[in-house]
């Protein structure tokens, strides 16, 4: 038996090398097979163009760039690319760091551009204000804020303009952007219809080309986003790095309107929904928030926020969205002045635990609205309010 299975393998081993003998390296097709794949290119591109507008919303400028993205099936092996762009006329080109350094400037100087943000407010509403007194506030808010501006720049630390100067030598340094690089931004001169292509070679010589019809849209006035001061009621977050969490939220008149909220103060992160402090309303209903934003007539806003209410006696809390016609607590609570409301009681709550609600309203001839907290009936607590246009 074992002689039988001896020869069997012997036979075996023969006819493996009598096939393997036949294939011969100097026949066509026959070896390693040719490598015929080659990549396969895409690119992603981003809209992040800007514009300004005045007060008439007249166009002063805009900046019609587009950041472009290359890629390929081809993690490594030496790519290279090669993009094109029709019409070319007028379209140049920006090295993609050009902005992130910018924003690195900015981050460093954010007390500076925090106050020039403020001067350009009020400075924008200024040409088309028509009520003298109303011009007199702003240029006198304007000279405020100038003055600290002077100020915060004469006070710049020198670690901080050390930085600054580094990242502007940078800024200089960077190389001007090619039609070769992977990732660069594009600036059209003008709105319109352009087809972008790009071309991707591996380290074999192999290409393959693409195409994408690119449309630059108009730009048009943007909706400003309302600023809510202080919206999550913690210490030191006004623009000038003060406020007591508050100090935006107090009526003009605390007899016409209620004294303001209380504060209410956790030691710990991730306890509130956002920050230290909350707004604390006792229960007999005597503190109110209240607090003038602007917004753009006929623009559609979404008002989130969050509310905790104790579970000993029944209550409730309530955010409105008032007319500005309305001068006192009284006022505000009349359907007629009253934009858009939402009350939300304690039954079925949990004592401590946040829940997020959201308010849609719009603004209609409005160019200002009251943004106004009040509760009855148990302590209640709001925090981390935001505010978005609605597209």
């Not at 099936?73 to 993009?83: C, H, I």
């Not at 106050?115 to 009020?122: C, G, H, N, Y």
């Not at 004469?154 to 901080?160: H, R």
Request: net charge negative; proline share 4%.
């Amino acid at each position: 038996m074992n002689t039988y299975l001896s020869n069997l393998k012997y036979i075996v081993l023969g006819v493996f090398v009598s096939l393997t003998s036949c294939v011969s390296d100097d026949l066509a097709d026959v070896g390693d097979l040719q490598d015929i794949t080659g990549p396969t290119p895409f690119y992603n591109f981003t809209d992040v163009s800007s514009s300004e507008f005045d007060c008439n919303d007249v166009e002063l400028w805009a900046k019609y760039e587009y950041n472009f993205q290359a890629g390929s099936n081809l993690a490594v092996n030496g790519t290279n690319y090669e993009w094109t762009v029709t019409p070319s006329e007028g379209v140049s080109f920006i090295n993609k760091d050009l902005p992130i350094l910018q924003q690195k400037i900015d981050a460093e100087l954010a007390e500076i551009i925090a106050l020039e943000k403020e001067i350009a407010k009020r400075e924008f509403k200024l040409p088309c204000e028509t009520n003298q007194d109303k011009k007199d506030v702003l240029e006198a808010e304007i000279a405020d804020f100038e003055a600290k501006l002077e100020t915060a720049n004469n006070a710049l630390p020198d670690d901080i303009m050390q930085n600054v100067s580094n990242l502007e030598a940078e800024m200089a340094a960077l190389t001007a952007a090619t039609l070769q690089d992977q990732e660069l931004i594009f600036s059209f001169p003008n709105p319109g219809n352009y087809t972008v292509g790009l071309t991707v070679t591996d380290n074999l010589g192999k290409s393959e080309f693409i195409e994408k019809a690119i449309t630059v849209n108009q730009a048009v006035p943007t909706i400003p986003v309302p600023e809510i001061g202080e919206p999550s009621f913690d210490d030191g977050t006004l623009f000038d790095g003060t406020g007591d969490g508050r100090d935006s939220w107090r009526s003009p008149s605390s007899s016409a309107w209620g004294n303001v909220f209380q504060i209410n103060t956790k030691s710990e992160l991730g306890i509130l929904p956002d920050g230290y402090q909350a707004a604390k309303f006792p229960a007999d209903g005597t503190r109110v928030g209240y607090q003038l934003l602007e917004v753009t007539p006929g623009a559609t806003y979404v008002l989130t926020y969050f509310s905790a209410l104790n579970a000993d006696a029944f209550g409730d809390v309530t955010v409105s969205i008032v007319s500005p016609n309305a001068s006192t607590l009284d006022e505000a609570k009349l359907s007629a002045n009253i934009i858009a409301s939402r009350t939300d009681n304690n039954v079925g709550r949990v004592v401590d635990v946040f829940k997020k609600h959201a308010i849609t309203f719009e603004a209609g001839e409005n160019e200002s609205v009251i943004l106004l907290l009040t509760n009855s009936g148990v302590e209640s607590r709001l925090d981390a309010f935001d505010i978005t246009v609605k597209q």
